[in-house]
């Protein structure tokens, strides 16, 4: 069945980095739109960013444009977000959603999500 | 870009219908038919329920739909169960090429 695996996650303090990873199966990887969402502690839904199945395509939030970069590796059925200059407002859940072939406009299914904090 | 405007809570009892709103822009809404519902359960990763305004994907009971109109986009769920009690997010694709999503409505199965 179709899975996705989040990992990465952690305690990092302001000013760090971090790389999230997620790992994909059950479907044809190279085929689709990627998204990263996040969901801070007891707050709603927030889209960071996706990008296009051979990575020509990425855009970005507002809030995290200039600091986080998206990418992936097809060969690896691999989705990843590096995450630098972190902030305490980073702080939440990022999951991984596998998105359309042809556009990121929906997401189904969702990682389980793997948790950021960002904290002195 | 502001989130989208739900409502943050509804309830219903058993066997009811209830309709959460979702309120854009001509930006996101009112432009585009990639408006997509989705509901999460506590400690749970969300879970797609409506795609495309109104599509179901497999799977998904027939007691969910879903319309639009101008700005606004609905979600009705009929026939109430307390399984349904979560809460529901609606998302919007964009005229800058990004994603919006809604606030999130809370739904309490009396």
């Known amino acids: 069945q179709v899975q996705l695996v989040e990992s990465g996650g952690g305690l990092v303090k302001p000013g760090g980095s971090l790389r999230l990873s997620c790992t994909a199966s059950?479907?044809?990887?190279?085929?689709?739109?990627m998204n990263w969402i996040r969901q801070a502690p007891g707050k709603g839904l927030e889209w960071v960013s996706y990008i296009s199945s051979g990575s020509t395509y990425t855009n970005y939030a507002d809030s995290v444009k200039g600091r986080f970069t998206i990418s992936r590796d097809n060969a690896k059925n691999s989705l990843f977000l590096q995450m630098n200059s972190l902030r305490a407002e980073d702080t939440a859940v990022y999951y991984c959603?596998?998105?359309?072939?042809?556009?990121?406009?929906?997401?189904?299914?969702w990682g389980q999500g793997t948790l950021v904090t960002v904290s002195s | 870009q502001s989130a989208l405007t739900q409502p943050a809570s509804v309830s219903g009892s058993p066997g009811q219908s209830i309709t959460i709103s979702c309120t854009g822009t001509s930006s996101d809404v009112g432009d585009y038919k990639y408006v997509s519902w989705y509901q999460q359960h506590p400690g749970k990763a969300p879970k797609l329920i409506i795609y495309d305004v109104s599509n179901r994907p497999s799977g998904v009971s027939n007691r969910f739909s879903a319309s639009k109109s101008g700005n606004t986009a609905s979600l009705t769920i009929s026939g109430l169960q307390a399984e349904d009690e979560a809460d529901y997010y609606c998302s919007s694709y964009t005229t800058t090429s990004t994603l919006l999503f809604g606030g999130g409505t809370k739904l309490t199965v009396l």
């Open positions: 959603a596998r998105a359309q072939q042809l556009g990121p406009e929906w997401f189904d299914p």
């Open positions: 059950g479907f044809t990887f190279s085929d689709r739109y």
